[in-house]
């Protein structure tokens, strides 16, 4: 795929990880489900195979303020900067969100993002490149439907604000992986400080 220059990473307050309670953590999915419950699937409605063009419409209903240049297209969504690159020749697309420099990744918070992508954060995952991590959804262009870019797209960015905490897309998680065991462990390690104060 084409290069093209990053956007900002995820916008954080102090050093923490935003905290996202379970409502919270499917906003950006819940709204864009919502506001496209009328949003015909055209390019597959017509037979035909889905363009970066219709990509673009899509997004720019999400973000009248877009900006496209050739396959490239850069946008937010719940104050999150995201980047959708499109290889229309290797019939490619993926939607990517930068949370942090990879510089001081940690074996735990690797740990963490590989077990996710297990279970808690669906068709998004963790990923490392350019000496960042990001949050990235992948699909082919042309068998894309608007339903699943934009549910995509939600997912993304909800790995990206749940990075350090949750680790999940606001999604469904599947039942056999490591994560519920993580945060129930988590909610024991807080409610015994709690109960040390």
Avoid: C, K
Avoid at 141 to 155: H, K, M, V
Wanted: zero cysteines; charged letters at 25%; proline letters at 6%.
């Amino acid at each position: 795929m084409p290069r093209s220059p990053a956007p900002r990473p995820v916008r954080r307050r102090g050093s923490r990880a935003p905290s996202l309670g379970p409502l919270g953590l499917g906003a950006a999915v819940l709204v864009m489900t919502v506001a496209f419950a009328n949003v015909t699937d055209s390019a597959r409605a017509q037979g035909g195979r889905m363009t970066v063009d219709h990509l673009a419409s899509l997004v720019t209903r999400l973000d009248p303020g877009a900006e496209r240049v050739a396959g490239t297209i850069r946008f937010t969504v719940e104050d999150v900067p995201v980047l959708l690159v499109t290889d229309a020749g290797a019939d490619r697309m993926r939607v990517m969100v930068p949370i942090r420099s990879a510089e001081g990744l940690s074996p735990e918070e690797m740990r963490r993002m590989m077990q996710a992508n297990f279970d808690t954060t669906l068709d998004a995952r963790y990923a490392l490149a350019e000496g960042r991590v990001w949050a990235v959804y992948i699909h082919p262009l042309a068998s894309l439907r608007d339903a699943q870019l934009l549910s995509g797209i939600g997912q993304t960015v909800n790995a990206a604000l749940s990075y350090g905490t949750l680790y999940s897309s606001g999604a469904l998680t599947f039942g056999r992986g490591d994560s519920a065991r993580e945060q129930r462990e988590r909610l024991d390690r807080l409610v015994r400080r709690g109960l040390e104060l």
